[in-house]
Each structure stands twice: as structure tokens, then as C-alpha cells.
């Protein structure tokens, strides 16, 4: 049995923020998604809390995303304050991630710096696709930039979006191997790039594979449904390049858990995914586990 997983992409989708949109669970996460629990969306804080005991996650990277731009009318912001409060209120279960946006110039670089220095966030969050730029656009170099002064690591979506709001269609623009070029502009820049990559997961494997600061997060995919290459190069010659992660609540982390223990991943490199990898990538080598999934 899986214990003290770390769950390094997790979304704020608790009751605290439910009213801001509904239709976006029924129509997305629902009906696109496929996840037919009623209660999504409306856990409390401490629910959630209790879904990971039962899942043997420890900890959870929670994302005060940034999808989008103010300037824009479809958007949707979870603030640092809110995700703030939460690993405040359970220091020893969740982390933060500061969601970026390029389109806010120096206030953002200053919020960034805030939140890590400030209110203990350890790593930045991008959905290049919401910004409709390539995660190589020159307008988000401020940002790596400034993660590499505060030595923190920075998840961005790559692989192709779907189709979030018929009001606001989104481009995929996160081909995989646009992380190429990031990393080879920024060797010193840590880079998760999260959902697989799919459909190109074997292109986020090369850039993975090619460079030493390039991992990937195995988020918003059911395990059942990864494709044999990505799951043997967990279990190989990628044992330390991919991090577990959820995207809840697209993957309940329940689910998640159970289905990756089908997967029949050696304990060494099972130990190294769920969890030795992300605290060594975001430097939680000390943090002690608490006793989860008893």
C-alpha cells in the first residue's frame, strides 16, 4: 500500500471557491472530465484533508492559479491569500504554488518574490495556454528568471488543452519541446512540465531525458490510461524525472493511488515517483511524514 505520497498538482476546488463557478464542474469536470462525484467541489478544507489520509498522500502542492490575464474577461484567479490560509491552517499536508502571468509586468515579479519570501510558497505555477503564448515566449523570461533568483521550481502545462468554456476556446500552444529551448536558456531553472505532455508524452520524455533541470508531472491522466513507455520510463531510466500528481480534482487521488499501484512499478522506483523525487526537487528533504493512510 502506497503511504505518504506527495501530490505535487493539486487544485483549489473546495467549497471556499465553488460559487465562483459552478457551471464549470457540471459542464467540464463532470460532463468533459468524467468525474461523476457529486461532492467535487464541495469539500471542505478538512474533507480534503481526510481523501488524502485515505489515499496515503502526505502532502499536497496546491496552486493559487492564475488563468488568464484581469484583462480579459474570462479568467479566473485563486488568490495567494486563500492558499495561504490553507497550508497555514495545515502546514504539514500542503504547500503553496504562485500562479504567474506575464501580462502583469514588475507587480507580478514583486507578488512572486512576496509569496515565496513572504507567505513560504515554494515553487511558481504557468497554464501558457490561457495567455494563448508558447511557454517559450519571450515575455515569460522575467518570470524564469526571477524563479531562478528565488531558487524555486516552476510547473507549467504542456501538451494540447481542451475546451474549458465555449465563450473562450483556448489554443494549445504547449508543445513539449518549447521546454527545450526554456532549458537550455536557463540551465539553472527548475521545470515540471505537468499533464504528461500528452498527446506528446514521448516528446516530453526526450526534453526530460536530454536535460538535468526538465521533470515531469504525471497529473491530470488516470494512470490506467498512461501509455506503457511513459510508465516504463518511471520505472527505469527515468526514475528520477517524474513527479506523482493529481490535477484533482480531474484525478480523484484515491483513484489515482490505486490505479498506479496496478501498474506493477518496482519498489524503488514506486518510492522515488510518489515522493522522494518531489521533495528533493523542491527542497522538503527534511520535512518528517506524518503517519497518513493508517
Given at each position: 500500500?502506497?503511504?505518504?505520497?506527495?501530490?505535487?498538482?493539486?487544485?483549489?476546488?473546495?467549497?471556499?471557491?465553488?460559487?465562483?463557478?459552478?457551471?464549470?464542474?457540471?459542464?467540464?469536470?463532470?460532463?468533459?472530465?468524467?468525474?461523476?462525484?457529486?461532492?467535487?467541489?464541495?469539500?471542505?478544507?478538512?474533507?480534503?484533508?481526510?481523501?488524502?489520509?485515505?489515499?496515503?498522500?502526505?502532502?499536497?502542492?496546491?496552486?493559487?492559479?492564475?488563468?488568464?490575464?484581469?484583462?480579459?474577461?474570462?479568467?479566473?484567479?485563486?488568490?495567494?491569500?486563500?492558499?495561504?490560509?490553507?497550508?497555514?491552517?495545515?502546514?504539514?499536508?500542503?504547500?503553496?504554488?504562485?500562479?504567474?502571468?506575464?501580462?502583469?509586468?514588475?507587480?507580478?515579479?514583486?507578488?512572486?518574490?512576496?509569496?515565496?519570501?513572504?507567505?513560504?510558497?515554494?515553487?511558481?505555477?504557468?497554464?501558457?495556454?490561457?495567455?494563448?503564448?508558447?511557454?517559450?515566449?519571450?515575455?515569460?523570461?522575467?518570470?524564469?528568471?526571477?524563479?531562478?533568483?528565488?531558487?524555486?521550481?516552476?510547473?507549467?502545462?504542456?501538451?494540447?488543452?481542451?475546451?474549458?468554456?465555449?465563450?473562450?476556446?483556448?489554443?494549445?500552444?504547449?508543445?513539449?519541446?518549447?521546454?527545450?529551448?526554456?532549458?537550455?536558456?536557463?540551465?539553472?531553472?527548475?521545470?515540471v512540465g505537468i499533464h504528461i505532455g500528452w498527446p506528446w508524452d514521448e516528446e516530453m520524455i526526450a526534453?526530460?531525458?536530454?536535460?538535468?533541470?526538465?521533470?515531469?508531472?504525471?497529473?491530470?491522466?488516470?494512470?490506467?490510461?498512461?501509455?506503457?513507455?511513459?510508465?516504463?520510463?518511471?520505472?527505469?531510466?527515468?526514475?528520477?524525472?517524474?513527479?506523482?500528481?493529481?490535477?484533482?480534482?480531474?484525478?480523484?487521488?484515491?483513484?489515482?493511488?490505486?490505479?498506479?499501484?496496478?501498474?506493477?512499478?518496482?519498489?524503488?522506483?514506486?518510492?522515488?515517483?510518489?515522493?522522494?523525487?518531489?521533495?528533493?526537487?523542491?527542497?522538503?528533504?527534511?520535512?518528517?511524514?506524518?503517519?497518513?493512510?493508517?
Amino acid at each position: 500500500m502506497i503511504t505518504n505520497a506527495i501530490d505535487a498538482v493539486t487544485n483549489f476546488e473546495f467549497e471556499e471557491a465553488i460559487d465562483e463557478r459552478p457551471a464549470w464542474l457540471d459542464d467540464f469536470i463532470k460532463g468533459k472530465i468524467g468525474n461523476k462525484d457529486e461532492a467535487v467541489g464541495r469539500f471542505s478544507v478538512e474533507d480534503y484533508v481526510a481523501k488524502m489520509d485515505r489515499a496515503g498522500v502526505e502532502r499536497s502542492f496546491l496552486a493559487a492559479v492564475k488563468s488568464g490575464s484581469r484583462m480579459h474577461k474570462i479568467h479566473r484567479r485563486i488568490s495567494y491569500e486563500q492558499v495561504a490560509d490553507v497550508v497555514q491552517r495545515y502546514p504539514d499536508r500542503f504547500s503553496g504554488l504562485a500562479g504567474v502571468d506575464p501580462t502583469e509586468g514588475m507587480a507580478g515579479l514583486r507578488e512572486l518574490e512576496h509569496a515565496v519570501k513572504d507567505l513560504g510558497f515554494i515553487g511558481a505555477h504557468l497554464y501558457p495556454h490561457w495567455f494563448e503564448m508558447a511557454p517559450d515566449h519571450a515575455r515569460y523570461y522575467p518570470i524564469y528568471a526571477k524563479c531562478c533568483e528565488l531558487d524555486i521550481p516552476i510547473q507549467m502545462q504542456v501538451g494540447h488543452c481542451l475546451r474549458y468554456t465555449d465563450e473562450r476556446p483556448l489554443k494549445s500552444v504547449g508543445r513539449p519541446i518549447t521546454l527545450d529551448t526554456i532549458a537550455c536558456d536557463f540551465p539553472e531553472l527548475k521545470i515540471v512540465g505537468i499533464h504528461i505532455g500528452w498527446p506528446w508524452d514521448e516528446e516530453m520524455i526526450a526534453v526530460a531525458y536530454k536535460h538535468p533541470n526538465v521533470y515531469i508531472g504525471s497529473d491530470a491522466y488516470a494512470p490506467r490510461h498512461w501509455s506503457p513507455n511513459f510508465v516504463k520510463f518511471i520505472d527505469s531510466w527515468g526514475s528520477d524525472k517524474v513527479l506523482f500528481g493529481t490535477d484533482y480534482p480531474v484525478i480523484d487521488p484515491e483513484r489515482a493511488v490505486q490505479e498506479i499501484e496496478e501498474l506493477g512499478i518496482r519498489e524503488d522506483s514506486m518510492r522515488k515517483f510518489m515522493r522522494d523525487n518531489a521533495l528533493r526537487l523542491y527542497d522538503l528533504a527534511d520535512v518528517e511524514a506524518p503517519a497518513v493512510g493508517a
